[in-house]
Structures are given as C-alpha cells and as structure tokens.
C-alpha cells in the first residue's frame, strides 16, 4: 500500500513501517464529497486512481474552485493550520484513496526524517503552484491562462509516467473556468481557436497536445 500510496524515495524498511498506518478509503463515486469545510483533520488522503476537486464556498453558495487532484496527489494539508479542514473535495470520477492517520504519521515522520522530508517537499510543490496560479490570473490573457492550464496537466501527468501528449479531462469546462476565472464560453472560445490553429486536438475530454512547443510558448 505504501507505494503505491506515497511513491516516494524511502528505504524498505521505511516503506514497510508506513504500510503499517496506511489504509484503503472506500471507492468514491462522481460527485462524492471526500472532506467537507469545517470538518476535523483526522487523515491525510493519497490519490491513488481518479481524480477530484477542492473548492470553497462564498457567502452566497457559489462554488470556487482551489485545487484539482490527480493519482499521486496528498489532500488534506489546508487543515494543518488549526486542525480543520478549510475547503470542500468532491470526486470527479470513480477514485480510489489511501487513507493516513494523522495522528500516524507525526509519529512515523518523528521516526523517519526522510518520510517528513517528502511530506515537505509535497507541501512546498502545493504553495509553488498555488503562487503560480495566482501569477497567471494577475497577469496572463484568457488564452495563456488556459495554455498554462493545459501545459501544467501535461507536466503532471508526465511526472506519474503517463503520456504528456494525450489525456482525458475529469473536469468539465464549467469546472476548468471556474478555477481560471473564465466563463465557459471563453473556455470553448479558446479551444476551437488552438485547434484551429494546430496546437490542440480536443475530442469530447480527450485531448490530444499536437505541437508541444507552440502550447509551451503561449502558456509562457
């Protein structure tokens, strides 16, 4: 379980005391929500197939988008803080979770230095991109923002050893909008426009990244 939960660079050894805490969370169906706002932090939770979203609500009920979360992911650090969790996550798709205790593993990463320095290192990834994003809604055009968007996945899913070049979207339009601050239209704009012009292929969710390079420059 442990590695395939938290696929890091860990010793045997380490590896085989992890396993000792980490648990199988139910399947989550679409639209399950995994943590609600407010809720206390009693586990980290690690992607393991599927995909989800954390979002948050205004005071009207509108739903703003924070974060989506792939294979790979930890969900759960928003409620380190103050030991509650600040944000809702809902599954986008039939996924599949590792549950960690919390209470676990401040145990375990006191034993083992090279567990706390992953758990960090996750952390740091986490605030690098919440920054980026931040630097790309201030200052990027609709069209770069959605060729960061769409560069950002094509990293990801080629630091999980997945193709770079051809993926499916778990999110809807309405959903990738929101998390840009665009509205659909503009979301659907965009895309017919990049295929026009060669960059994309986009079938329904699929798509399909045809000349890396010319997205690499426009999402820069």
């Known amino acids: 379980m442990a590695t395939l939960c938290l696929p890091y660079q860990l010793s045997p050894e380490q590896t085989e005391k992890l396993d000792t805490i980490i648990q199988r969370h139910r399947p989550l169906q679409k639209r399950d929500v995994l943590i609600e706002n407010g809720e206390p932090l009693k586990f980290l939770y690690a992607v393991r197939s599927g995909s989800l979203k954390s979002y948050s609500l205004d005071s009207h009920g509108s739903e703003q988008i924070i974060d ?3 294979p790979g992911d930890l969900i759960g650090f928003d409620g380190l803080i103050d030991g509650q969790h600040r944000s809702f996550t809902q599954a986008l798709e039939t996924t ?3 549950e960690i205790p919390m209470q676990s593993l401040d145990q375990l990463s006191a034993e083992l230095p090279g567990l706390r320095k992953q758990l960090l290192r996750v952390m740091s990834g986490e605030l690098h991109a919440s920054k980026t994003l931040l630097g790309t809604l201030n200052h ?3 069209q770069q923002r959605l060729a ?3 560069m ?3 990293n990801r899913f080629q630091q999980r050893g997945l ?5 499916r ?3 809807t339009r309405a959903d990738i909008g929101n998390y840009l601050g665009l509205s ?10 990049l295929q026009q012009e060669g960059v994309l292929a986009v079938q329904n969710k699929l798509v399909e990244i045809t000349d890396p390079e010319r997205l690499r420059a426009l999402a820069s």
């Open 68 to 70: 989506f979360h792939l």
């Open 96 to 98: 599949m979770l590792c």
């Open 140 to 142: 990027h055009t609709a």
């Open 148 to 150: 960061n968007f769409i």
């Open 152 to 154: 950002t996945l094509s």
């Open 163 to 167: 193709s770079s070049r051809s993926f």
């Open 169 to 171: 979207l778990s999110m």
């Open 184 to 193: 659909v239209e503009t979301i659907s704009r965009i895309l017919t426009q």
